[in-house]
C-alpha cells in the first residue's frame, strides 16, 4: 500500500546550519507530496507541496524537489532559525480535496542559537 | 477569514463513555476530514465527509463515527471509548487543493 518513512528524529542544529530532512514514499501512480510544519500546540501547517515529478515546491526559505526515479521529495533549508523548531511530517495524497493525506512519523527539529 | 475551528480543545472522558468533537470548516470549503494524532506520530486517516455523506473511511472500527451539516460543520463520534483512543484529533477542510487543518481537539481517556 501507500505509505511514507521520514528520517528519525529528533534533529539538534545551531542556528545557521543546513537542513535536510529525508522522505522516502511508496505509492501507485503519480501521488502529490507535501510537506507540513506542527509547532508545539498547535495543529498542521503547509510548508510546500508538490504536484507532480520534478516540481520544486519552496516556501519561507525551505525547499523539497519530488524525485520520481528515487522515490523521494527531501526537505532542505539553507539557514536554520530559533523559529524553525517544530516537528515537520511529509504527506502523499491522490485526487486533491478528494484524497486523504497519508503522513509520515514526522521528524521533530530543535535549533539552538 | 476564520480558518478551521474545532471544539472542545481539551477534553477528559472516562473508558467506556461516548465523546463528541465537532469541527467548523474553513470558508468556501465543503469537504471534511478527520485524523487522529497519537503522541509521537503522524496523523492518521479516520473518515473524510462530503455533501452530508461518507465519502472515503480510514482502518477504524466502527466505533468511530461521523455526521456533516448542510453547512458544512462536522461531528466527530467515539463510542465505548478506550484508552488507546487518546491523541489529537484534527479537522481539516477543504477545497480542491486547499486543505486546512484545525488545532485540533485533546482527548484524554482515563
Known amino acids: 500500500g501507500n505509505s511514507v518513512t521520514q528520517m528519525e528524529g529528533p534533529v539538534t542544529l545551531s542556528e545557521e546550519a543546513f537542513l535536510t530532512i529525508n522522505c522516502t514514499y511508496t505509492?501507485?501512480?503519480?501521488?502529490?507530496l507535501f510537506w507540513y510544519v506542527q509547532y508545539p500546540g498547535e495543529g498542521l501547517q503547509l510548508l510546500l507541496k508538490?504536484?507532480?515529478?520534478?516540481d520544486k515546491g519552496s516556501n519561507k526559505g525551505f525547499e523539497a524537489t519530488y524525485r520520481k526515479e528515487t522515490t523521494s521529495f527531501h526537505l532542505e533549508k539553507g539557514s536554520v532559525q530559533v523559529s524553525d523548531s517544530a516537528v515537520y511530517f511529509c504527506?502523499?495524497?491522490?485526487?486533491?480535496?478528494?484524497?486523504?493525506?497519508?503522513f509520515g512519523k514526522g521528524t521533530k527539529l530543535s535549533v539552538k542559537p | 477569514d476564520a480558518g478551521v475551528t474545532q471544539s472542545p480543545t481539551h477534553l477528559i472522558k472516562t473508558r467506556g463513555q461516548q465523546v463528541t468533537l465537532r469541527c467548523s470548516p474553513k470558508?468556501?470549503?465543503?469537504?471534511v476530514s478527520w485524523y487522529q494524532q497519537a503522541l509521537g506520530q503522524g496523523p492518521q486517516f479516520i473518515f473524510q465527509?462530503?455533501?452530508?455523506?461518507?465519502?472515503q473511511r480510514g482502518n477504524f472500527p466502527d466505533r468511530f463515527s461521523g455526521h456533516q451539516y448542510p453547512n458544512y460543520s462536522s461531528e466527530l463520534n467515539v463510542n465505548a471509548l478506550l484508552l488507546g483512543d487518546s491523541a489529537l484529533y484534527l479537522c481539516?477542510?477543504?477545497?480542491?487543493?486547499?486543505?486546512?487543518f484545525g488545532s485540533g481537539t485533546r482527548l484524554t481517556v482515563v
Open positions: 481539516a477542510s477543504s477545497f480542491t487543493w486547499d486543505y486546512t
Open positions: 505509492a501507485t501512480g503519480h501521488p502529490s
Open positions: 508538490a504536484t507532480k515529478a520534478d
Open positions: 504527506a502523499l495524497n491522490y485526487g486533491g480535496s478528494q484524497g486523504n493525506l497519508i
Open positions: 470558508s468556501g470549503h465543503d469537504t
Open positions: 465527509y462530503y455533501e452530508e455523506e461518507e465519502r
